[in-house]
């Protein structure tokens, strides 16, 4: 089965630094996604990461550690429309395809 | 390409009546996805498609359910004799099949269901 934690909410402040972790236990793993969900719209790739390590993407970075079945997405310089939903998604190598399970996304709020 | 469209947006019906949803997927792309959203919850995988071939289903995908994609493009959904619980967001995205892509899954806007 799959199992995808993250936390449900976080507050930061605007121009700040945050990091919202993800942790899972999947059955088989070809790739951890984050995207973006902004209140009644779909969501948006933001990062992929398949290789433990740390990919950078101008404010936004994610990590992985296959290991530790754990993930991190790292906003800097924190605007105030970086307020969303960020969902973290696996994707098994096992059942096929492409599908991705998501966690429950953690709501970020950021504030002045 | 102004990337998956999903029609309509939003929907009311009322219990025990059947409703569809299409889905028109980024030209390109050979798989298509349906996921089912509630408020507070990441998308859950109900079904996908390579091409015209539907390649996987969800045990969340009861007898009720079905879903098409007739010609390898666009794709439908339809929920019959609807209950209360089919209230949600239904997203469909579509992705490439590339040899080392990331393959990432593009989403369209929903279409909102409330069963009354």
């Known amino acids: 089965g799959q199992n995808i934690d993250q936390p449900t909410e976080m507050t930061a402040t605007e121009g700040a630094i945050v990091q919202i972790n993800c942790t899972y236990q999947t059955s088989g793993f070809n790739g951890l996604f984050w995207y973006q969900q902004h209140a009644g719209e779909a969501p948006t790739f933001l990062s992929y990461n398949v290789l433990d390590g740390l990919e950078e993407k101008g404010r936004f970075s994610s990590f992985l550690s296959r290991s530790k079945g754990y993930s991190y997405l790292l906003l800097k310089e924190l605007q105030m429309k970086d307020s969303a939903s960020y969902l973290c998604?696996?994707?098994?190598?096992?059942?096929?395809?492409?599908?991705?399970?998501f966690g429950t996304g953690t709501q970020l709020k950021v504030e002045l | 390409d102004t990337g998956v469209s999903q029609d309509p947006r939003h929907k009311i019906t009322k219990r025990g009546q059947n409703v569809t949803f299409r889905c028109d997927p980024i030209s390109e792309h050979n798989r298509l996805y349906w996921y089912r959203q509630t408020l507070g919850q990441g998308p859950e995988f109900l079904t996908y498609f390579q091409n015209e071939a539907q390649l996987e289903k969800s045990r969340l995908l009861s007898d009720r359910f079905s879903a098409e994609r007739p010609k390898g493009s666009f794709s439908t959904l339809e929920i019959q004799r609807t209950e209360q619980g089919d209230s949600a967001m239904y997203l469909c995205?579509?992705?490439?099949?590339?040899?080392?892509?990331?393959?990432?899954?593009?989403f369209g806007p929903g279409t909102r269901l409330t069963v009354l």
């Open positions: 995205a579509s992705s490439s099949s590339r040899a080392g892509d990331y393959n990432e899954q593009f």
């Open positions: 998604a696996v994707r098994p190598i096992t059942g096929g395809g492409n599908k991705l399970t």
